[in-house]
Each structure stands twice: as C-alpha cells, then as structure tokens.
C-alpha cells in the first residue's frame, strides 16, 4: 500500500508503466559567425528530434503519452552548440503499447542529428554531432481485477469513513513493480486538496487532512485482521512472503 498525492477519494487499480532516458549530443562546436554553415549544433539536432516527438500519434486503446522534460546545452550566446541533452517520460498503461512507442521514439533523436548533419553537408565522422540514448527509469505496467484484497479493503475502508470515491484509475507510482509481478497492491492519497502537480506553481492545503490517515489505517487493518476481531483479508502465507512473491515471477 503506498501513499502518494492527497486526494482520499481515489484509488488505484492499475499501474501505468513508465520508461525514462536521458538523449546526449555531441558535436565539434565552433563560433557562432565565422564557422556557420561548416559545422553542426548540438541543440539543433535536439530541436529536430523534439519537433518529431511531439508530431507522433499516440495509441487510442490506452492511455499512452509522452514528454521531452528537460532541455539544456550550448555554452554561450556567439558559439555553435558542442553539447546538448534531454530527459523524455514514455507512458502507457500497456506493457506491449509502450514498447512500441520505445521503438518508434527513440529513432526520432538519432535521425534529429542525421538530418542536422545532412543540413550542413557535414561527412567527416570528426564533425559530425552524434547521439547518445542512456535509460534512467523503468516502472513496469501492471493491473489487477477488482476482487482484489487490497482495493477491497481500501474501498470499504472508504464506505465506512464517508469517503466518496473520485477516481478509481491507473497511474505510476511505487505499486508499479509489486503489482506487476502479482502482490495485490494499490495507492491511497495522504488527505488534503492539491492542483498543478508536477509544476512550480503546485500546491496543498490541508483541507479534511485527517481524513487520508484514518484511509491507510483502516485499510491496513482491514488487510492484517484485528486480533479479537475481523480476520485478515489478505491470505495467510504459509512459506515466507519473499519466497511465494519470488516463486510468482
């Protein structure tokens, strides 16, 4: 059970998986005046990349995105940019959907510092930009059925606090990998209010606060049992919890 975000009305049944990397390019550099036209730029080629990503159709049958995050190079305002990189988010709530949109994005940048050295008519492999494509985060894509314990208990424990529910839903979080490999799992939110996550202007405010606590202790009561009381809602493992999530993969 993992808590992220505020909002106690929501919870997750699936997990939305997520492929991350960082694209470096690299290219001789030069002055900005007197070596225009013979040399090539790192955050051009990068800018051609980018313009194609954002041009590509994402699938239909789930939801799927992408986002070139991060931008920065060059080293000056007169110079021919040596260096440029960016971080991309890849997302899909199916597995085999975001392989393909792996394999139909990444090409974009290697073709973005072809297409800047074929601007120039740059041959010499010395001159050329070239790119590098380095993976920095993976969270597999997993679902479950909704008899599962977990979102069992947590919508009960909901029903029982007054908790409307506002979204029932997918999403990537620290529930990607146990799900994926089969240990019933899900994310509640802490309580409060929140808006423009991800951004500088995010923010919270400790509306009904309370509220998100009692959520994730029921839930985990309602899970482990109560001695005197309810019997757990999860199954007793008779070998070691480690040794059974291991014999599931």
């Not at 060059?74 to 991309?88: D, K, L, T, Y």
């Not at 985060?137 to 008899?147: I, L, N």
Request: glycine share 10%; aromatic share 8%.
């Amino acid at each position: 059970m993992v808590i992220d975000g505020a909002d106690p009305g929501r919870i997750l049944y699936g997990s939305t998986g997520s492929k991350r990397y960082k694209i470096e390019y690299t290219g001789p550099g030069g002055h900005s005046f007197l070596n225009f036209g013979q040399y090539p730029s790192a955050t051009q080629a990068l800018c051609r990349a980018g313009t194609m990503l954002s041009d590509l159709e994402v699938p239909q049958e789930s939801r799927t995105t992408f986002a070139l995050a991060t931008m920065k190079g060059g080293s000056s305002v007169n110079a021919i940019a040596e260096h440029a990189e960016c971080e991309v988010d890849l997302r899909s709530e199916d597995a085999q959907v975001l392989d393909r949109l792996v394999k139909e994005a990444l090409p974009l940048f290697e073709l973005g510092a072809q297409l800047e050295n074929a601007r120039w008519k740059v041959t010499d492999p010395f001159l050329q930009i070239t790119c590098k494509v380095t993976p920095i985060g993976y969270r597999p894509a997993g679902s479950q059925k909704p008899t599962s314990p977990v979102l069992q208990a947590a919508r009960a424990a909901q029903e029982a606090l007054g908790i409307e529910m506002t979204a029932y839903m997918s999403a990537s979080t620290d529930q990607n990998v146990p799900m994926s490999i089969g240990i019933p799992s899900t994310t509640l939110g802490a309580g409060g209010r929140e808006g423009f996550n991800h951004s500088l202007s995010e923010w919270y405010e400790p509306v009904r606060s309370y509220e998100g606590p009692q959520l994730c202790l029921l839930t985990a009561l309602t899970l482990i049992g109560i001695d005197g009381g309810a019997a757990p809602l999860l199954p007793v493992y008779t070998a070691s919890p480690a040794a059974e999530w291991q014999d599931s993969l």
